[in-house]
């Protein structure tokens, strides 16, 4: 077959598309154009709720650090809940920020590269988020108890009883992801459950950090 | 003169319609599923009309297109956004290839789609600029890539593709001898 076949053959190929379409005209007549959200749109929209959410979040934490600066028990605790609140609207706002600066009239290789980059930042910060969410338990329980019933949970259930709860999240945290890491192996693994053990087993990050390295190693090829 | 926003819908709306093939075809080459192909070219309508303010209409408006819809299959491809959408099943996947059959009842320009529908995002879109028979220079300019590689890239993609078209005649003529479909 001779090279220039190939373009022949697609030429074929447009016009029985043209003829299809000129049947089909409800593809062009469904595109509302003013008010279609594109899925980047939608994207977007998650992302600025989260950051809204967790930005409501740590101003009531910096508040309750703030009034409760001379008991070191609940401050600590409220420290720990606002730096990692912080990590997770600084992620956020950084999502945004990069989902805001994706162009479409810009050349594909940059908009591939963008896109990559963004899904491994959200990779990150979801697998942060979930291996984080066990151990900030306990700092979560000491804030609630003081913030809404007075009770400081340290002096009333004993330093033990704190250092259990941390104890059991550690635990849970290596459970889950050993579980992961097993039922990642398995092909046959629930699909409703699927995103969120790769997840945790870390695979979704290892994915997004190959794609960014093979569109690197693609236009490397350039030089 | 400023056009007003009536003017300047209706003119995308013409263009729209002049190049519409554009967009389905990229979608069809992306997408992996009938409702796939319809969600992607509603994604790239609304993307174009989006873009349509920073279009200038000096450039031509199929390379243009051309450019934001890749980039609106690729984002649909490669981000998470996929996971937005519903799972393919297989019945879904019956429908596609049926879809393709009906389009293509000689089979072959079939098989140069199912090529192209089998390559990786940037090949794919290299690989459809070129069998529309855009010059190495415009190609580059759409991918952000130089001359020389969309050269060296399109080589190897058109070596593969004789390899797999004539491996895919091949095996229907041995499907044909022993009577099977």
Do not use: C
């Amino acid at each position: 077959m001779e090279l220039d076949d190939l373009q022949e053959m697609w030429r074929g190929y447009d016009a029985r598309l043209d003829a299809s379409l000129a049947l089909n005209e409800r593809l062009l007549r469904r595109a509302s154009l003013g008010g279609t959200q594109t899925a980047l749109g939608r994207l977007a929209l998650g992302v600025r709720v989260e950051l809204v959410a967790d930005a409501i979040a740590l101003i009531f934490i910096g508040g309750f650090a703030a009034d409760h600066v001379r008991e070191p028990g609940p401050f600590a605790a409220a420290a720990v809940l606002g730096v990692a609140t912080l990590a997770l609207v600084i992620a956020l706002a950084t999502a945004l920020v990069a989902i805001g600066r994706i162009d479409f009239d810009a050349p594909v290789v940059a908009i591939a590269g963008s896109l990559d980059r963004l899904r491994l930042l959200r990779a990150w910060t979801v697998f942060a988020t979930l291996a984080v969410s066990p151990l900030l338990w306990t700092p979560l329980l000491i804030v609630a108890l003081r913030a809404f019933a007075g009770v400081d949970a340290i002096a009333a259930f004993g330093l033990p009883y704190v250092a259990a709860n941390l104890a059991v999240g550690v635990a849970l945290l290596a459970v889950a992801s050993l579980v992961a890491r097993r039922a990642g192996a398995n092909p046959h693994a629930p699909s409703p459950y699927r995103r969120l053990l790769d997840v945790l087993a870390g695979y979704e990050v290892r994915a997004a950090r190959k794609q960014v390295d093979a569109l690197a190693r693609y236009v490397a090829h350039d030089a | 003169m400023k056009r007003s926003a009536a003017e300047r819908r209706d003119a995308f709306v013409a263009l729209l319609e002049r190049h519409a093939n554009i967009a389905v075809k990229v979608a069809r080459a992306y997408g992996r599923s009938p409702a796939d192909h319809e969600d992607l070219v509603q994604e790239m309508h609304a993307a174009l009309w989006r873009s349509f303010e920073r279009y200038d209409p000096e450039r031509p408006f199929a390379t243009w297109m051309y450019r934001v819809v890749l980039n609106v299959a690729i984002s649909f491809q490669r981000s998470e956004l996929r996971r937005l959408n519903r799972r393919v099943d297989f019945d879904e996947a019956a429908v596609a290839a049926a879809e393709l059959h009906e389009l293509e009842p000689d089979g072959r320009a079939a098989q140069l789609a199912r090529y192209v529908a089998g390559l990786g995002d940037v090949d794919k879109a290299l690989m459809l600029l070129y069998l529309d028979g855009y010059p190495h220079r415009e190609i580059a300019a759409t991918l952000g890539l130089t001359e020389t590689n969309v050269a060296t890239k399109l080589a190897r993609l058109k070596s593969r593709a004789r390899s797999a078209l004539s491996d895919g005649a091949d095996k229907a003529a041995e499907g044909q001898a022993h009577g099977t479909r």
